[in-house]
């Protein structure tokens, strides 16, 4: 499988995965034709759209591709129907298009049906999972956001994290104001401010590597809750994320 990250918009990821049979997936794509001039450059032949939710800038694109190859079949949850979704989706199930093959993953937060597709190593999380961050909550609850990211932590750690955007370096600057002293965080944001000076992009990373970076995924760590205040007990992990996350917000 080759990994192919096309940017659109101002700073959108589409995700294309293609196989040795010259095929692809393609997803969310927030425009159409900077996907169809990377299929023609390549010669590929498209057989699926992935969508993770109905926002446009994951979705602004399918009308183009459906009309430029109006046999591809288009997955996406049930909020993605008058998106152009005509395959709906849901949690757990496994979608086999071809060779390829993706389990979904409920992700609900950022909106509430949100999913996540995982065919490994690739995650293509959309806006649940950012490197160095996570979607802000416009329709679903923290505790919903603190428990999809659970899900997608216990994925193997050589898991890509293939998300939407290029968010990196304003979640490190963030993670680092709260964690200045942290020499993950702060060796990573020197890294990322390096490659963005160079415009060069900062995803997919490894679940593992995000682990180490990303706050909201260290909901748990002692020395984090005595920053923001939190009590230590059995509440103080969806505590921390929810205060984290309001904290992001008005950062």
Not at 66 to 95: M, W
Not at 184 to 204: A, C, F, G, S
Request: aromatic share 8%; charged share 20%; hydrophobic share 35%.
């Amino acid at each position: 499988m080759e990994l192919i990250r096309i940017p659109a918009l101002s700073d959108n990821y589409i995700w294309l995965l293609s196989n040795e049979n010259s095929e692809c997936v393609i997803v969310d794509p927030s425009q159409a034709k900077p996907v169809i001039d990377i299929i023609s450059q390549r010669s590929l032949t498209p057989v699926a759209i992935l969508l993770t939710h109905h926002h446009e800038d994951h979705v602004g694109g399918v009308a183009g591709l459906v009309s430029k190859y109006p046999n591809i079949e288009v997955f996406g949850p049930q909020e993605t129907q008058t998106k152009g979704a005509n395959k709906i989706i849901h949690d757990q199930e496994h979608i086999i298009v071809d060779s390829f093959s993706f389990l979904v993953i409920g992700t609900p937060g950022h909106t509430l049906g949100h999913v996540a597709y995982y065919s490994e190593p690739y995650l293509f999380c959309g806006d649940t999972l950012f490197s160095g961050g996570c979607g802000r909550l416009f329709e679903g609850s923290a505790q919903q956001m603190f428990s999809s990211l659970q899900k997608l932590m216990a994925l193997p750690d050589n898991t890509l994290i293939c998300c939407a955007h290029e968010y990196t370096l304003a979640n490190l600057t963030f993670a680092h104001h709260i964690m200045p002293k942290n020499p993950d965080i702060t060796d990573y944001l020197n890294k990322v401010t390096e490659m963005r000076h160079h415009l060069q992009p900062t995803v997919p990373i490894t679940l593992k590597n995000e682990k180490n970076i990303n706050l909201f995924l260290k909901s748990d760590d002692i020395d984090l809750q005595r920053i923001l205040g939190i009590t230590s007990n059995t509440y103080a992990p969806i505590k921390t994320f929810t205060k984290l996350r309001e904290l992001k917000d008005n950062f």
